[in-house]
């Protein structure tokens, strides 16, 4: 399964942007997306995860109420939406899929299929 992610951009404090990772040479409703931040000089760390179905989600405390998660498995498609946005959300973005269990949706090495990464930068 091929990756990509894309929606990055430059945004003020308070925006909003959508971040979409698009599969391929794969059915993306087999698999969990899992989405994931790195800021400089900071480790990896979990945003979001939706499982298989898009019945259930679950984020990090820092993005709860102001991140959604979605997918729309016709479309082989998986989205973040990203409202109120703040300096600290800063990062890369990586979408990634695999089937973890619900206990270990936050570890990195239960996804199998990594995106390449978008850029969000909230500044004014």
């Known amino acids: 399964v091929q990756l990509q992610a894309f929606g990055g951009g430059l945004v003020q404090p308070g925006g909003s942007l959508r971040l979409s990772c698009a599969a391929s040479?794969?059915?993306?409703?087999?698999?969990?997306v899992g989405w994931f931040r790195q800021a400089p000089g900071k480790a990896r760390e979990f945003v979001a995860h939706?499982?298989?179905?898009?019945?259930?989600?679950y984020y990090q405390d820092t993005v709860k109420g102001r991140f959604a998660i979605s997918r729309d498995n016709a479309d082989n498609t998986a989205y973040l939406q990203m409202n109120n946005l703040k300096p600290e959300d800063t990062a890369i973005y990586y979408c990634?899929?695999?089937?973890?269990?619900?206990?270990?949706?936050?570890?990195?090495?239960?996804?199998?299929?990594w995106g390449q990464g978008t850029q969000v930068t909230v500044s004014s």
């Open positions: 939706i499982r298989r179905s898009g019945g259930h989600t």
């Open positions: 040479g794969g059915t993306l409703s087999v698999y969990g």
């Open positions: 990634a899929v695999g089937q973890p269990i619900l206990s270990a949706i936050r570890q990195e090495q239960m996804y199998h299929y």
